[in-house]
């Protein structure tokens, strides 16, 4: 059999570290891969005034599936005074390539698992009855839609004469805004659609049917913005009564959500929202199961290209740093998303054993893990360098 070609995707800062040590771990599994490397991020920015250069569009084309590590976004004007000279005053305008990639391949199913580990310190906990200390198990499954809503990028400052008359037209802008100069506006559009709605609701009912989840949420806010969170909440109401009427449906406010997942978290299990909330519901649940050290992420096209990605940052201030002390954890359970979607069960099954049997013998933790604040001196002080937790989860493997 032919090994399985897999597009890495280095990106920024720390991405190309945790995606090395992701892909040791994959060799040590026995998962026999050929790795072709895609130029993506703040470097072909800087050099070529694209950080998502054709070239690797074409790479993760042909091949259908990416590993991708991190990238850095900064703010247009930074980015543009970064631009090499020659390229400065040419027009050229910085946009995230990860959203660039999620929109030219309509990556629109993004699902992010939020599950602890036992033995985790950095576990949510509560106080029950009695005084005596709780640690619920959380086992929640985020699904983003990825690519409308307001990260779609359709804004304007000082938006064109016909914009602005569009806008013009619709009495809650004349009645607050038609007195603000023009030039003084700036305005990002939420979209939804019928069809992509549709889309990430029906994945997040299949998922919760296949793994036995017995609710779904939708996390939105329809009592506000009613017109596209309104969509979604009509839309999962029709899913759920016609095809998926043993699975509860429950609908929370973005605002509330985040109270109720610090009372009542083991009371979730497969939420849904828009872009936006969606993001902000699966970074709120990941700080429940130890933070973004351990939030992984997967991204489908209804035509099979996939990218599996953790949802950390570039974390660029320890990038330099003499010796990693990043938790590569989150990268190493997107590569077992990874697995898991080439239908690699096996491997991705024993390494998520090996991972939870670090972590639960505990001998073995990154700066994150053990409340320190990032700095290289942690490592002197007993916390396990990037290279030493993927060392610890591959001996794990070998016994």
């Known amino acids: 059999m032919s090994k399985r070609t897999i597009v890495a995707l280095p990106g920024d800062g720390i991405g190309a570290v945790v995606l090395d040590e992701a892909i040791r771990v994959l060799d040590a599994a ?7 490397y895609g130029d993506i991020g703040w470097e072909f920015w800087c050099r070529e005034g694209n950080p998502l250069p054709q070239r690797t569009l074409d790479l993760i084309a042909r091949h259908r599936v990416a ?149 779904v949420t939708v996390c939105e806010k329809p009592n506000v913005v009613r017109e596209t969170s309104g969509l979604m909440w009509k839309l999962a109401k029709e899913i759920q009564k016609e095809r998926y009427p043993s699975i509860r449906l429950l609908n929370t406010n973005i605002d509330a959500q985040m109270m109720w997942l610090t009372k009542n978290p083991e009371d979730y299990g497969v939420i849904v929202a828009g872009n936006m909330f969606g993001d902000i519901a699966s970074d709120a649940f990941a700080g429940l199961i130890g933070g973004l050290g351990f939030a992984c992420s997967a991204q489908f096209s209804s035509d099979g290209i996939a990218v599996f990605e953790p949802t950390h940052g570039s974390a660029p201030k320890y990038a330099d740093f003499k010796v990693s002390i990043v938790n590569p954890i989150a990268m190493i359970e997107s590569a077992c998303m990874m697995l898991d979607y080439i239908g690699e069960k096996k491997p991705a099954s024993v390494i998520r054993k090996a991972i939870a049997d670090v972590i639960r013998e505990g001998k073995v933790r990154t700066y994150d893990m053990m409340k320190m604040q990032g700095r290289p001196e942690v490592i002197q002080n007993g916390a396990a360098s990037t290279t030493m937790m993927t060392d610890a989860i591959i001996e794990k493997l070998n016994k």
Not at 30 to 36: L, M, S
């Open 30 to 36: 026995g998962f026999e891969a050929e790795y072709v």
């Open 67 to 215: 590993l991708f590590g991190a990238i850095t976004s900064k703010p247009n004007d930074e980015a543009k005074a970064e631009l090499a000279p020659e390229l400065q005053g040419k027009g050229f305008t910085y946009s995230s390539p990860i959203v660039g990639l999620r929109q030219h391949f309509n990556l629109d199913i993004c699902v992010r698992p939020c599950k602890s580990y036992k033995g985790n310190p950095l576990n949510f906990i509560r106080r029950g009855k009695g005084n005596t200390i709780d640690e619920p198990l959380v086992d929640v499954v985020v699904f983003r839609q990825n690519t409308e809503c307001l990260y779609s990028g359709v804004e304007w400052t000082n938006p064109p004469a016909n914009v602005y008359q569009a806008l013009l037209s619709h009495p809650k802008f004349r009645d607050n805004f038609a007195d603000v100069p023009v030039e003084e506006l700036s305005v990002s559009t939420r979209i939804f659609t019928r069809k992509a709605t549709e889309r990430i609701l029906m994945a997040a009912f299949e998922h919760a049917a296949k793994f036995g989840y017995k609710s």
